[in-house]
């Protein structure tokens, strides 16, 4: 073979060249980047954690908000089983927001409320419960008890 037809003689079969090698998903050429293949089961794993993670703290803060209503609601129970209870005491004044008051226990069934502290009586004539206040929302609060 003389030189000339040795540079123009391609060893690469033309049938197996790609016309358009420069819009082909991967590398046609020794010279392209390396190709990798993917470690799909690896890489889908390493979501499967991330995923769980990240749903496990989700589902951690919700659990934490449901604690904290049922402990508000908790919580509002009991103020409105002790204001039932209060409503129902004698008392001979009309009680005004945000003042304190002093729950007394009378007899058996009877309750008072009073304006008058345990210590500001010369003897207190009935067994002291509870320091309340009347809240905002015409539901009581415990301030202190009887130990």
């Known amino acids: 073979m003389a030189k000339e037809e040795q540079r123009q003689f391609n060893p690469i079969d033309p049938e197996k ?29 390493l979501d499967l954690n991330a995923m769980e993670l990240q749903t496990d703290m989700q589902l951690d803060q919700i659990r934490a908000q449901i604690e904290l209503l049922a402990d508000q609601a908790r919580k509002i129970h009991e103020r409105k089983a002790l204001s ?21 226990r009378k007899s058996e069934d009877v309750n008072v409320l009073s304006m008058i502290a345990p210590h500001e009586w010369r003897k207190c004539p009935h067994e002291f419960m509870y320091q309340i206040r009347l809240l905002a ?11």
């Open 17 to 45: 060249i790609a016309e358009n090698a420069n819009i082909l998903p991967y590398g046609s050429s020794v010279s392209a980047p390396a190709f990798k293949a993917v470690d799909t089961l690896k890489n889908k794993s």
């Open 137 to 147: 929302d015409h539901t009581w609060d415990i301030l202190d008890y009887k130990d």
């Open 84 to 104: 039932e209870e209060i409503y129902k005491a004698q008392m001979g004044f009309k009680p005004e927001i945000n003042h304190v008051y002093y729950l007394y």
